[in-house]
Structures are given as structure tokens and as C-alpha cells.
């Protein structure tokens, strides 16, 4: 099993920027995908970033390319999703999601993620 915990949400002016964090602990090992999801209020839960841990290779949903950047710590046990230039629709809770390998090859297919975290809020608000 793998535990996910998000943190570094919160409140933030348009423009403005934010780090959120994802720690994974457990079973780490042999995680392939990682990757970040939002949800708003009323919404579908939707990809923002995500990441193939093996290759390195990262993939961005249109609405946040070049503005956010996803990364991982060397240890691999913690994910960042660096936020810059915020939009009010960028305001949603924020999910972690941690997956072992998988045929499934679709960008931001839930199928691929295994581990979920409880998501942390991100307000975008003048």
C-alpha cells in the first residue's frame, strides 16, 4: 500500500504562485505514474499534470502548460506541482495520485492511478 498526502493549498491572489507538495510513503517502490487532479465545485474531476517516474517524461493538460511545472524529489517519494501566474479557474481541490505500471497509456486516465490522497484546496480569489 502507498500513502498520499497533499499539502501547501490555500488561498492566493490571480497572478500570484504556489507550491503544493505530495508526500507518498509506503510501498513506493515500483511506482510508475504520478501525477496531479483538480476539482471544483460542481465539476468533473479533471488532469492537471502528470508524470511517467521511469522515464521522466511529464505531460500538462492545455489550460496549465507554462504556467505550472510538475517534478519529483530524487528520492521519488514526494511530488511537487510548482503553480505560477494563477487563474481564478485554477481554484479547485488538488489531488496527488500515485500508479504501478499499467498498459493503459492515455494521458490523465484515473485507471492508471492506484493511490489517491484527500486532496488539498486552492483558492483563487482578488
Known amino acids: 500500500q502507498v500513502q498520499v498526502e497533499e499539502s501547501g493549498g490555500g488561498p492566493v491572489k490571480p497572478g500570484g504562485s504556489l507550491t503544493l507538495s505530495c508526500r507518498l510513503s509506503?510501498?513506493?517502490?515500483?511506482?510508475?505514474?504520478m501525477g496531479w487532479f483538480r476539482q471544483d465545485v460542481g465539476m468533473d474531476r479533471e488532469g492537471v499534470a502528470e508524470?511517467?517516474?521511469?522515464?521522466?517524461?511529464?505531460y500538462y493538460d492545455a489550460a496549465v502548460a507554462g504556467r505550472f511545472t510538475i517534478s519529483l524529489d530524487k528520492d521519488k517519494t514526494t511530488l511537487f506541482l510548482q503553480m505560477n501566474r494563477l487563474k481564478f479557474e485554477d481554484s479547485g481541490k488538488y489531488y496527488c495520485?500515485?500508479?504501478?505500471?499499467?498498459?493503459?497509456?492515455?494521458?490523465?486516465?484515473?485507471?492508471?492511478?492506484?493511490?489517491w490522497g484527500q486532496g488539498t484546496q486552492v483558492t483563487v480569489s482578488s
Open positions: 509506503g510501498d513506493t517502490s515500483g511506482l510508475a505514474y
Open positions: 508524470m511517467n517516474t521511469r522515464s521522466e517524461s511529464t
Open positions: 495520485a500515485a500508479g504501478r505500471p499499467t498498459q493503459i497509456r492515455s494521458a490523465f486516465n484515473e485507471r492508471k492511478y492506484h493511490y
